[in-house]
Each structure stands twice: as C-alpha cells, then as structure tokens.
C-alpha cells in the first residue's frame, strides 16, 4: 500500500501541544484520542479496502454478506440486517441491489409475512465472503498493528464507549 512520506513529528502531538498552549488543556486528551481513534480508522479503513479490492466489495458489502454467512438459513430480513450492521436501511438497500447485481445475494420474500422482504446470500456470495474473511484475516484482522496485549484492553475500552453513547445493551440477545 502506498502511503505518504512518514512526517517528522507526530501532528496530533503537536496539536495537543497547541491546545494546551491555547488555554484549552482540559480537552486536549480528549482532542488526542478522538483525533488518534479518527485516524487509525482511516488507516484500518485502507488495510482493509487494499483485501477487498480485488474482490469487488466494499467493505459495507463484506459486512453484510458475512452477516448473512452466520445465520441459520443464510437469509434475514432487511431491517434486521440493517439494525445489525448499525446502518441506516437505505445503506442495506444499496448494498443488496449491488449485491445482487453480482449475483452475491437476492431479494425474497419472507416465508410468513408479506410485508417483510428477506436478503438472502447465494453460493457464490458465501464462498466469496468465505474467501474475503480468510484474506482480511490473514492480511489486517489477525496483524492490526496493535500489539497482541493490548488488544483486549482497547476492545474494551471502545465497547464501554459504544455502551454509553447507546451503541447497545448489556445482556440482550440477538
């Protein structure tokens, strides 16, 4: 992956030196974390965009065909998938017309109630979402450049924040 060239000082440093500076110390740890977590998620978000490219999706698409991969009859409805995903449905709608678009997943009806439309993965859906994870796993998920002791600390510390901003519930079940 082409990057650009490595900068002589870390700039969120500098900008936390800046703030303090300012008169503005009492945010200037939160102004560092927020502005590092918005970085490293451009970052991950590159990794991880360099794996799918050669597979067409995008990284919405993976997502949401791995979604589908986990459940019993490889089919949800709609809105769940979107409430899942923690997307807006008119995301889910796009990434299923894409989708199918590429003969990866389709549209059907629901079973016993006509007002819900299911998506469902095909075969080559799966095996493509089987061949992504591998890569993904291989490439970013299984080396995210955070060192291994380190890891269930920050997942913590990032799901305590997703728990108080009502990100989700404890104890509910899917």
């Not at 740890?29 to 590159?46: C, E, F, H, L, N």
């Not at 919405?60 to 979604?67: F, G, H, I, S, W």
């Not at 409430?83 to 003969?103: G, I, M």
């Not at 997943?105 to 469902?120: F, G, K, N, S």
């Amino acid at each position: 992956m082409a990057s650009a060239p490595k900068l002589p000082l870390d700039p969120i440093e500098e900008a936390h030196r800046q703030w303090t500076k300012h008169g503005w110390k009492k945010a200037a740890d939160g102004m560092a974390a927020v502005t590092s977590i918005m970085r490293v998620q451009q970052i991950m978000m590159s990794r991880v965009e360099e794996v799918l490219k050669p597979t067409g999706l995008t990284f919405a698409r993976y997502e949401l065909l791995t979604l589908l991969t986990f459940t019993k009859n490889g089919s949800l409805p709609m809105a769940k998938a979107s409430a899942r995903l923690q997307v807006h449905p008119t995301s889910v709608t796009n990434a299923v017309d894409r989708l199918e678009a590429a003969n990866l997943a389709r549209r059907v009806p629901h079973p016993t109630d006509r007002r819900t439309t299911l998506v469902e993965i095909t075969d080559a859906g799966r095996a493509l979402a089987i061949s992504a994870t591998k890569e993904l796993n291989d490439r970013v998920f299984g080396k995210p450049g955070i060192a291994d002791e380190d890891l269930d600390t920050l997942v913590r510390i990032l799901a305590r924040t997703r728990r108080e901003a009502g990100d989700f519930d404890e104890g509910g079940s899917w």
